[in-house]
């Protein structure tokens, strides 16, 4: 079955790094997707990463992926008060099914 | 230059009234899609719409009626509204079933 499962808040100071896990129990899962949603706002993709990479990065954005332990972190750095936010990770499996989202990790930013 | 809109953004109804809530987007996107978000369950598939006239049921359909006469609308209605419909709903369109999926701001619904 498939099931994606994230801590529900983080609380970091502005500046510092923000780290938020997830997991996902589908071995076959073949694209990984974080999304951000801002208060009040629907979702938008922030970065993805495809199930036959380890790392992916983007500007204040790393992304790493651990097949063996189906675990999946995003990396801020330099975390401002702009990203707080809720960040939903979420998975697709070998093209044949939908989107499976997680219930999302609040991130608030402290100054 | 719209990408995906959502109307209306707040209803109030009460229970046992039929309301549509109404997606559209301009980017001709095959796939369309209908979730709800509650907390403590995250973000839930309600129907998703592969192109016109298909649709599919997702994780939580039950109270929920979808069509999809043309590519870029996808109504989702509740037939006879209950409170534990009450919560924000997203529409979302993607080129593909698996490819990222674009988000219109949400509708928030209070059924009284």
């Known amino acids: 079955g498939e099931d994606v499962e994230q801590s529900l808040f983080l609380s970091v100071r502005e500046g510092d790094s923000s780290v938020i896990n997830c997991t996902y129990t589908?071995?076959?899962?073949?694209?990984l997707y974080w999304y951000k949603q801002e208060p009040g706002a629907g979702l938008q993709l922030l970065t993805y990463?495809?199930?036959?990479?380890d790392m992916k990065q983007d500007q204040r954005l790393t992304v790493l992926l651990n097949k063996k332990d189906k675990h999946l972190s995003l990396r801020i750095a330099d975390t401002q008060t702009g990203d707080s936010a809720i960040y939903f990770c979420a998975e697709s499996i070998s093209g044949y099914s939908t989107l499976t989202f997680g219930k999302g990790t609040m991130l608030l930013v402290s100054p | 230059d719209a990408g995906i809109t959502q109307s209306p953004r707040y209803k109030i109804t009460e229970t046992g009234r039929q309301v549509t809530l109404m997606c559209h987007q301009t980017?001709?996107?095959?796939?369309m899609f209908w979730y709800r978000q509650d907390l403590g369950h995250g973000l839930r598939l309600i129907y998703y719409s592969a192109a016109a006239d298909i649709t599919d049921k997702g994780e939580v359909p039950d109270g929920y009626v979808v069509s999809r006469s043309k590519t870029e609308n996808f109504p989702l209605t509740l037939e006879s509204a209950t409170r534990s419909q009450t919560s924000v709903y997203f529409c979302?369109?993607?080129?593909?079933?698996?490819?990222?999926?674009?988000f219109g701001p949400g509708t928030r619904l209070l059924v009284l």
């Open positions: 979302a369109s993607s080129t593909g079933l698996t490819e990222t999926q674009y």
């Open positions: 980017w001709s996107h095959s796939y």
């Open positions: 589908d071995s076959s899962s073949t694209y």
């Open positions: 990463i495809f199930s036959n990479m």
